[in-house]
């Protein structure tokens, strides 16, 4: 049974990582084919967190079900036979979303606030502003998201700023991922 429980914390780790790198090195969720089942691989996975005490996958699949579903998917279940979060998990969702999205806007996203003030600065900070455009009215929870081609329109040296930001911004947030969500530290989950 040892062996057993082993493999399944293991494959459960690799759908829900419990460092950067591993989370930089999944596919995005080979093992779920059907998006439609999102919300059952989520909530499934946070009431196994609980039955039987593997704490470290709870940060990744608390966020993912911030960043996947919206907040009626998370507050209502579809049907009775459909697994639900618990009051306490709907509440720890929610306020870790809201942490998550303050969290983006000072490190993850930072650079999107900085201002060009090179050559071509009217088509740089222009990118900026149009780019802050996709957080609005209501900010998505982009947090843990890798560097994609967002440089387009900035300058050169904003673009690798952007970058390094971006970067140092995500790794912040990762490391205090379990915080965010009323849990311990990584070094404590991965412990037990």
Known sequence: ?????????????????????????????????????VTLEFFSAIQLAHQFNIPQ??????YGCCYYLTFKQICQPEGPLHPSLS??????????????VEQQARDTFA???????????????????KMR???APLPACKALDPWQPWQQGLCEECAADAKVSHEAGRKKIW?????????????QLLRE
């Open 175 to 187: 490391d205090k991922l379990p915080l965010l969500f009323g849990l311990p530290s990584w070094f």
């Open 1 to 37: 049974m040892v062996r057993i429980r082993e493999e399944a914390v293991q494959r459960l780790t690799y759908e829900f990582p419990t460092t950067l790198a591993a989370l930089d090195s999944t596919v995005d969720y080979s093992r779920i084919e059907d998006p439609k089942s």
């Open 111 to 129: 650079w999107l606030n900085s201002t060009c003030t090179s050559e071509k600065s009217d088509v740089c900070n222009a990118a900026r502003q």
């Open 57 to 62: 996958i709870l940060p990744w699949a608390f």
């Open 133 to 135: 455009q996709h957080f």
């Open 87 to 100: 009051r306490e998990d709907v509440q720890t969702c929610l306020v870790g979303w809201q942490k998550l």
